[in-house]
């Protein structure tokens, strides 16, 4: 089967083997020796297999593929993340004014009133449900020393109120321990927010249900109780009405699932009716939660949703890029296989036929 | 008529001494070292012991010789006090009271009960790889640095202790089975002047044992006595050296009588301290106040079995692991493979990646602390300060210099697998498989012998497919060494007819004896017209020449009959045994012609001479040694006339004839043997004379002075020959042919089209080796012989600067350059090796296509070996079948034992061992070419896998305020290495096909892809770093860039990037597996499968951070926009280079690739329609 190089030796040992790579196994071959075991195609490595090859064919295929598949993702996915409509208003510097260590100073006293109006103005109609989230900058949430101070096994169960050792330094305070425990539970974010319309209507926040569901079924349990919590010396955030179970705060749920990023969001609510464009809304906000000592940044957002979530235009973006480069290689292959194509499995292209002699 | 001969002789051929000839030089140094190998990838069975330790120096001396000088010289120096041990016959209590030797029972196993833990961990941790990780695992546990949890961190380490250890302790399981068995199998011990059973561990130093024929001897012993009245024992020692014929064992003349108990008091032996040298052995006996010296031909070895003797008595020297087989019980040592010490370079640059990485994350770390250092108290995720306790004080803060010192622990602990130590386990693991493979090949499976292949080395696997040199032996490798008889030349007459028919009926000649008809085991085609001789001629004067002729063949040797039983009781065959193949021919060849040897004591020996039953005293016998290259035998005939017959090498031979008589018959002899050994056939001049009583007289009292000489007997003894071997009248000539194996030429000429130089070294003439060389198409006719033939170093100077301008100019002249064979002698490599010389030899070697190297001795192979070795990168394999070869097999990267007629030395010493040398070209071109092309891929894969999942950790840990936190969950982390991605690497370095066994037989070129290391370099390394660069960028930032500024949590996040490179890199492998087969489709989307399994198990566990991520992110649709985004992008630069490639410099394989899938098409059209129809 093999062609055309006159000095290809004869081998007897050869096992016939078909071009598509599976061998054709002797079958009826001779009853060898007792030791010997049969001819099996797995020993012999001669199992049936495919071998795929990069045919033009399917190079172009390839490309073309990637093309149709990725043009309309990237397309439809650019709608819908212009159809979202997104408020962002950073309100940290807006709310206290001052060097940083006023700001720091206000927002530690116990005593200064931190409410703060800010008011937004609708560009185009909000549809609902109308996501209400606050955003921090530069916190690191996923900061090593961070994210392993907290407890697990105390958020859900009852009896292992005083697992706190992995919580440290916020495990104890005044000798008892703290529930729940940990940095991330310490630092709660207690910034709150209402909002009214211009016509002074108020727009009822939806609080409820904010968490995963699974978080509150089994990893936050019903009959764990917030205890001895902020009750140190340094108050990090937020408190917790101690009447209710953890699965039911779900300010902190939704915290504790610490973020990914320094730059993160996290719902605060839902608005449930629609906006229409034109519309101020006013927030009243409580300007509680300290960034200021570290520089960093809040925002309130308030924002739509689309099939894909959130206003970003990266994925479609993506994809447009990639089927567009594909379309582009799929192109250019096109053009050098139809100018100048290799006939492929041509024994000549072999180097020893490219320079005969040359060993 | 007492016979001392030594034990090793009869080397009877005019060709290279062989396995005889390594007989160690000295008995201390290098034997005595008795390491038991620690290889814990092969299991040692008793089964395989035996060879000797051929250091690279001292073991064998160039020119050393035979076992019976040897041994003599050594008897003449006294064995000091404090080197010997003393036996007392029959007496084991005495024998053992002052120093307590070892009892006889053996334990090849390593541990027991109590020891296997620490032992077996000791020897785990001497890897590098082991002790790494634990290096790791420990840092990780020190509170500070502790990344990983306590278990999630050992786990990996101790799964792989875990299987290890279980694979050793049931490899040592099955050696105490076999232990056990050996210990407690029984032997007959005297105790209290009777014979009683006793198991072999309680046999005692001193104890006499009598054992019977087809006994397993139990521990090494001196033998006392045997049924023979001479004293003569045969015995086999296929268990210790592999060497299937008999072997003759002596009782000492004093000893006869000996277990007679009464005799037996008072009698001492002393010996040398055990030691590993199986043919070695000094000793002496005190009996009634006389010295007997004791050499190797005086005692049994452990493992052998006695035959053709009823029975025998010997004292026990030596025993349990202090038998020469125990202490030889040690594996080939170990080469390390030239892709593995290439890939060591690589690993250097990768370990200065990490610490790159390192760096720069704890220099960062470094920043962001200096710059933060008055927020650090009070940043919400940071707070330095612990407030819980009464003081104030710092919590897991250790001043700036520390944290950045910590850091950096740290990201060496999550950046640990940037070193793919793993890769060398399961580089061991493809490498078992690929030996699977290798042993399997029913390509590479002798059905004559059904012998398979043998992997003794797991460690030079994929040098196979990197052959620049191969370096064979002639005799026994590309000859079967089975010898045939073919030409005779009888006092100037040259017979050399047609040898198609047998003497009688097609059963051949056959002697009746007793009523019982005995048949040669091999039958021997005859010459017709020496056949008629025969039968009419019986008193023509060219009857008795043709007589003698015979007699001497059947009689001058050292061979053994032995009869076996045949299906019919009236019938026997007679099977020759000896250690020289060369006198096994020519007894069969005399068998043939009606001169059957059907007895041998050591007195006598009966011949049936064409029915007539002869009976002939050996009178004395002078076994053959390498200065004389021949040997006699006094027979004493029939009617009483003394004869000397004596046969060997031409050279040495013609010097003893008496040129006088017969002129034209020695002139016609010799142009015979010219025309037998241009042939390729082994030849041999056999010479007789008759003595007078007074010469017999005369020689006889000098024979006897010299063998009961204890000083200097072997020189007395050669002096003795050589006054006897004189005034030979010529009998004739015989030439043996030595058969090339089946497809030798094939092979060599597959070998040479694969760019491979084949070099052949033997101990032949040169007219044989070059005869050899043209009948294994080595040497053509198109090709110029330079032959360097000097004994000089001028000389050898001369010729070589002559040889060099006659290459230069052939390879420069014209565009078909002549190609050149360069044929060189031992004598010119003498003056050339180890001299300035050598610098020449090599460059006129390197020009040339074919080189031959004849009259070599076991040491210059390992130097013409070194010659290439030292000069040049390439990868060198040598291939032998005798000891002799044992130092070549040894130097050479790769060595290859053929498991033939030659026992079992040069397997031993070998990497691999095969039954023909045919199977060289499977090897190389197929399973070679595999394994490389495999490993050297898998090496790159493994590299590329495990820096792509550290670049994304790495890429995280910028984002974290440099911290080392890692969004990948810890448990993914611990398991992407040992389950994610571990499985398709080694299933795919195992099974994958890049070209089909009949395309690479057939185009033995596509071997160069090897040795231009076309699938490992440095160009696909630094690629490859890039591409993971690229795809670890891909992976991260197109989930960051599209979870920015959303609720998403580390876990989620964590998880897509757990998936996304888990899938990447599968489909990574995916796109390069060239052969599709089930295992292969099994074993990647399996490890697919297997991953997405254990993200989900991991994100059911509610105490886990990550709990019922994985179901939240499945739900969002930009979770499975960025999954296929992230696979696509990052193979398109791949995918778009393999098309580039593959467009515009196509290598060999991706053509052959293309044939083998369309080639029918262009060749035959046939119906078989494939895909391919647009660009054709």
Redesign the interface.
Known sequence: ???S?P???????????S???A?SPDSNAPR??S???K??RF???????????????W?IS?FML?TIV?IP?GLT?LLASRDVVEIIDRYDNACVQGSKSQKVQHIQSQTTNKTCVRSLTVTKRMKQPIYV?Y?LDN??????????S?S??QL?NLGDENDTSSC??????NGMSIVPCG?VA??LFNDTYSFSTSNNSQLAINKRHIS?K??RD??FGSDVFPKNFQN???I??GRLNESLPLNEQEDLI?WM???????????YGKIEVDIEAGETINVVLENRY?TY??SGKKKLVLSTTS????K?N??GI??LA?GG??FL?ATT?TI??LVK???????N????NRNP?G? | MTSDHSSYAAEMSSDEPKSADLQPASSGGSFSHRSISSNTWRANSIKEVGVIELGSKGGVRYGSRKGGSSSMSMSRREIRDEDSRLVYVNDPVKSNESLEFAGNSVSTSKYNVLTFLPRNLFEQFHRVAYVYFLIIAILNQLPQLAVFGRFASILPLSMVLLVTAVKDGYEDWRRHRSDRIENNRLSSVLVNNTFEQKKWKDIQVGEIIRFSANDTIPCDMVLLSTSDPTGVAYIQTINLDGESNLKTRYAKQETLRIHEVEKSSGVTIKCEKPNRNIYGFLGTMEVDHKQVSLGPSNIVLRGCVLKNTSWAVGVVVYTGMETKVMLNNSGAQSKRSHLEARMNREIIILSFFLVALCSIVSILAGIWLRRHRDELDIMPFYRRKDYSGEDVDNYKYYGWGMEIFFTFLMSVIVFQIMIPIALYISMELVRLGQAYFMIRDDNMCDESTNSRFQCRALNVNEDLGQIKYVFSDKTGTLTENKMEFQFASIFGVDYNGEKTEFYGEQGGYYAEVDGLILKPKMKVGVDGELVRLLKTGNDTNIGKQIYDFFLALASCNTIVPILEDTSNTAEKLIDYQGESPDEQALVYAAAAYGFMLIERTSGHIVIDVLGDRQRFNVLGMHEFDSDRKRMSVILGCPDSTVKVFVKGADTTMFNVIDKSKNKDVITATESHLHAYSSVGLRTLVMGMRGLTSQEFEQWRSSYEAATNALMGRARLLRKVAINLETNLSIVGASGIEDKLQQGVPEAIESLRMANIKVWVLTGDKQETAISIGYSSKLLTSKMTQIIINNNSTDSCKRSLEDALIVSRKATTSGENPRLLALIIDGTSLVYILDSELEEQLFELASKCAVVLCCRVAPLQKAGIVMLIKNRTNDLTLAIGDGANDVSMIQKADVGIGISGQEGRQAVMASDFAMAQFRFLVPLLLVHGHWNYQRMGYMILYNFYRNAVFVLVLFWYVLYTAFTLSTAINEWSSVLYSVIYTSIPTIVVGILDKDLSRTSLLNHPQLYGSGQKQESYNGTLFWLTMADTLWQSMVAFFIPLLAYRKTDIDGSSIGDLWTLAVVFLVNLHLAMDVTTWTWIIHASIWGSIVATIICVIIIDVIPILPGYWAIFHLAGDGSFWFCLIAIIVASLIPRFVLKTVIQRYRPSDIQIMGEVEKFGDLNESGSAEIEMNQPQR
């Open positions: 089967m093999m062609n190089n000095s290809t030796p004869m081998n007897a040992h050869a096992p016939s083997s071009s598509g790579g061998g060898r020796n030791k010997r075991p001819y099996s020993t012999q490595q001669e199992l049936p297999a495919c071998k795929p090859i990069l045919t033009p064919k190079v390839a990637v990725f993702i996915s989230y955003q916190f690191y949430q996923n900061h090593r020393r961070y994210v392993k907290r697990d096994n859900r440290k330094p916020e495990n104890d305070a940095l310490w630092s995963w699974s978080d089994e990893k140190s010396s340094f990090g955030g939704v699932r610490t973020a990914a990023l320094p730059t993160f969001r996290k719902l300290n000592s570290f099939w894909l979530g959130g970003n990266f994925i993506a994809y990639v480069l594909c290689l292959f050098i296989y194509p290799r006939h492929l499995g041509d024994p292209y072999l180097s020893w002699g060993h």
